[in-house]
């Protein structure tokens, strides 16, 4: 059962910016792709972007494509979700999650999810 722990959220305007960390304690993350997603009040969850193990290819949503960027440094066993020009509409609980298959990360399903970080967007 993977073990990942997200951070990084917060309450900022719209506009504003954060990134979010996605941290595997103690193991490596280095053989998986990894995905971010979130899930708002009342809504399903949602993908939002995958990136490949070695974090040379990467896909968004629609809804992020252009503010939103993934990243990840294997040697920290670390996963990034850098969000710029943040809207009301991008708050949510976000989480990260893995698989072996990079083209299915959006799509696949998921047996465990971990605590997620909110982020809240709003004046």
């Known amino acids: 059962q993977a073990h990942l722990v997200e951070s990084g959220g917060g309450l900022v305007q719209p506009g504003g910016s954060l990134r979010l960390s996605c941290v595997a304690p103690?193991?490596?993350?280095?053989?998986?792709?990894m995905g971010w997603f979130r899930q708002a009040p009342g809504k399903e969850r949602e993908f939002v972007a995958a990136i490949n193990q070695s974090g040379g290819s990467s896909y968004y949503a629609d809804s992020v494509k252009g503010r939103f960027t993934i990243s990840r440094d294997n040697a920290k066993n670390t996963v990034y979700l850098q969000m710029n020009s943040l809207k009301p509409e991008d708050t949510a609980v976000y989480y990260c999650?893995?698989?072996?298959?990079?083209?299915?990360?959006?799509?696949?399903?998921?047996?465990?999810w971990g605590q997620g970080t909110q982020v809240t967007v709003s004046s």
């Open positions: 999650n893995q698989g072996r298959d990079f083209i299915f990360i959006s799509t696949m399903t998921y047996d465990h």
């Open positions: 103690g193991r490596s993350i280095s053989s998986y792709a």
